[in-house]
């Protein structure tokens, strides 16, 4: 009697979400927002020893966590054109992808962040900025950080399909989508004060990527495609209502309660 075999599909998936989800167990330390105006919630620079807004992990999004992002979107992520340089072959690596405008201040102070992630991790990770306003609105964006500053892969969409796909309604809204399946492991908004996607929570996941039993894993091609095409204008474009969402974890990683 031949026994029936688990099928190795699921028990791919379930040993790359167990391996990646170890990942996920960092502590979050005390940081000066003074040095990092990214994690600044208003438009005032937080002051040194000025104590920090204690706000529960929220999510300003439909949870998809787990999920394979191309199966949340229906095919791949559509943007209308690129503003610089769009992504070379993302293959083998994480790619970080943030919607945004350019009215928003948490926004623009996440692009330091980006550039930040974009710089020092290279090897590892691609990011992607997707902004929901014109080429006209990044010429005129007010802030620090300048349309020539952007050296990450920039992309408008003002008809913010990504955005809308993943029920997104407040911004800036990234996710962290691993090499191997295309799955969401980390989602929310990167600048949350205490629940942020830090430094040391990314390059802990990124360090995954040179472990021989993982590189043994990833593909030759990447698991979703991103591609420039115009928006179709007989589809609705309606925003997600804003409901609020709650996290359901202490480390930053937001699952929605049921």
Known sequence: MKLKLFPISVLFVVLVVFFFSISFQVSVQAQDETAQPWLVETAEIVKKGMPVPN??????????????????????????RWVNEPPKDF????????????????????????????EKYKNELVVISICETDEEALKKMEGTTKLGDIKVPLAVDTYRRF????????IPHAVLIEPIKGAVLWEGMPTQIGYELSDEKLGKILANLKKPALIAM?????????????????KPNEKPKTEMRSAGTD????????
């Open 55 to 80: 706000r529960p992990p929220m999510l300003w999004a439909n949870s998809v966590r787990f999920q394979n992002i191309a199966e949340v979107l229906g095919g791949a992520i559509e943007v209308e």
């Open 91 to 118: 293959a083998g690596k994480f790619v970080l992808i943030e919607v945004w405008a350019t009215w928003c201040p948490p926004c623009r102070r996440s692009l330091a962040l980006l550039e930040y992630f974009h």
């Open 163 to 170: 955005a809308n796909k993943l029920g997104v309604w407040g």
């Open 218 to 234: 990833l593909p030759k091609v990447a698991p979703f495609e991103i591609k420039a095409c115009p928006p179709d204008p007989n």
């Open 251 to 258: 480390d930053g990683i937001t699952v929605e309660k049921e």
